[in-house]
């Protein structure tokens, strides 16, 4: 069942209501178990401080149609929210564009930012639920690092994640969905994702899914 993202506390503020110790998400005990290990190893490191980590997760959805039909940036705010469990931002045209009949001030686009253990649920099930549900997946391209450790990743359909229901979707939109890392290098950046189980396509091998096309098959 969905969640409603104004009643899912994080799970450490719920644990500590109820004075029990709070479990670390899955992903996120991978990471301290065996993926900090793999990267020490691989990079030599001599702090564990150099170690790269996740920083932040960007979620984002344009809405330009929103110019001439507001539900869609309601439908778009819905389905960021129960996607990530946290209440996304409307993002506003910070200039006025003529031939785009677009004026300064007017809603262009949802976005919402996680961190800590949000973010770690969001990226476990992004990696494991939701893009092995894409039609003819073949991995996820790895060129979309910026120089800097940081990854982008291009979705066609909200509809690939488990959560959004068919019968409440008015329209398929895609999103981007960005991971920021402290890595310094793209390489580094490259083998913390793998190692979280990110699954980058082969070297060579064209995908059809990933970033180009995310399409699931409908119920009957």
């Given amino acids: ?126 990696m494991n639920a939701a893009l092995p549900r894409t039609r003819d997946f073949r991995g996820v391209p790895g060129r979309s690092f910026d120089g800097r450790g940081n990854f982008t990743l291009g979705l066609r359909e909200q509809l690939i994640f488990p959560e959004i229901s068919y019968d409440q979707v008015d329209k398929a939109r895609g999103l981007e969905v960005s991971i920021v890392t402290t890595a310094r290098t793209d390489q580094e950046g490259r083998r913390l994702l793998e190692l979280l189980g990110m699954p980058f396509q082969r070297e060579g091998e064209a995908s059809p899914a990933a970033a180009p096309r995310t399409t699931t098959r409908r119920r009957r």
Avoid: C
Avoid at 34 to 58: E, G, H, I, W
Avoid at 85 to 105: C, D, N, T, W, Y
């Fill in 1 to 126: 069942m969905a969640r409603n993202p104004q009643q899912a506390p994080d799970t450490e503020q719920a644990a500590a209501r109820n004075g029990q110790p709070a479990e670390k998400p899955r992903l996120r005990q991978r990471y301290e178990r065996d993926v900090v290990p793999a990267l020490v190893r691989d990079f030599n490191y001599q702090n564990p401080m150099q170690v790269p980590r996740l920083a932040k997760v960007s979620v984002n959805i344009g809405v330009g149609e929103a110019i001439a039909n507001a539900k869609a940036l309601d439908a778009a705010v819905r389905d960021v929210g129960i996607i990530t469990g946290q209440k996304p931002i409307v993002k506003k045209a910070r200039k006025s564009i003529a031939q785009f009949k677009l004026r300064e001030g007017q809603n262009v686009g949802v976005t919402v930012t996680l961190r800590g253990e949000r973010m770690w649920e969001f990226l476990d099930r992004l």
